[in-house]
């Protein structure tokens, strides 16, 4: 079936520093990729996505480019604040009639010091 | 203001004691579903709905009931809950491939 690893945590960083948190998956088809960001005592809140190959998501200073060849999607931000501080998942649709079904990753803490 | 809300955001009970998490949403989504959250597996779909009275098991979904008899609520119930159902539980709502609305999650302990 579908799967989705992300690098193992936590990430600690210093404020500006450069982010980069790997992603991979495994799926039939071509499915459309996400990530989604939790703060803390909240819920996700999507970030950005894409849904084809060599697209690129951005958002917030953040992207991540789907590379079909390396089944990738790492996610990437050149200077990060604290507020950037929280968990980031990776994830992936397979569309059709399940289209709000998500597969995601293990999750990647991040935290940023001043 | 669009969004999902889930009762209660903590709860504590016993094993083998029926309790239900509620969910509603106010966006007219179509789509809902319940999720676990658990350290180093990220979140599993327990179930979905597609639309009333439409429901379907998702990954995880042993130990787990729903109902869906309006569109905006979507319960989730656990008849007879065990410690390895203890999980942050959280519900989302989507209107589209991919995007989905979160409520704040339900901590669940059962002892």
């Keep these: 079936g ?4 992300q ?5 600690t960083l210093s404020e500006e520093a450069f982010l980069t948190i790997n992603c991979t998956y495994t799926a039939t088809g071509y499915p459309s990729l996400f990530w989604y960001v939790q703060y803390p005592g909240e819920g996700l809140q999507l970030l950005l996505k894409a849904t084809k190959a060599d697209d690129k998501g951005s958002n917030k200073g953040f992207e991540a480019t789907y590379r079909k060849e390396t089944t990738s999607f790492h996610l ?7 507020s950037d501080s929280a968990v980031y998942f990776c994830a992936l649709s397979a569309g059709g009639t399940s289209y709000g ?13 001043p | 203001e669009a969004q999902v809300t889930q009762n209660p955001r903590y709860l504590i009970t016993v094993t083998g004691k029926k309790l239900t998490v509620t969910c509603s ?6 789509y809902m579903s319940w999720y676990r959250q658990d350290p180093g597996l990220g979140l599993r779909q327990i179930y979905y709905s597609m639309n009333v009275e439409v429901t379907d098991k ?27 159902q203890t999980s942050l539980y959280f519900c989302a709502s989507s209107p589209t491939e991919g995007k989905l609305f979160f409520g704040s999650g339900t901590q669940l302990s059962v002892l």
């Design chain 1, 76 to 82: 990437e931000k050149g200077s990060v604040q604290v």
């Design chain 2, 25 to 30: 949403q106010n966006m007219n989504h179509e």
């Design chain 1, 7 to 11: 690098m193992e945590g936590p990430v």
């Design chain 2, 58 to 84: 998702g990954d995880v979904p042993e130990g787990y009931k729903v109902s869906r008899k309006e569109k905006r609520n979507f319960p989730l119930i656990l008849e007879s809950p065990s410690p390895n």
């Design chain 1, 2 to 5: 579908d799967s989705v690893t």
């Design chain 1, 101 to 113: 079904k998500l597969t995601f990753g293990q999750g990647t803490i991040l935290t940023v010091h």
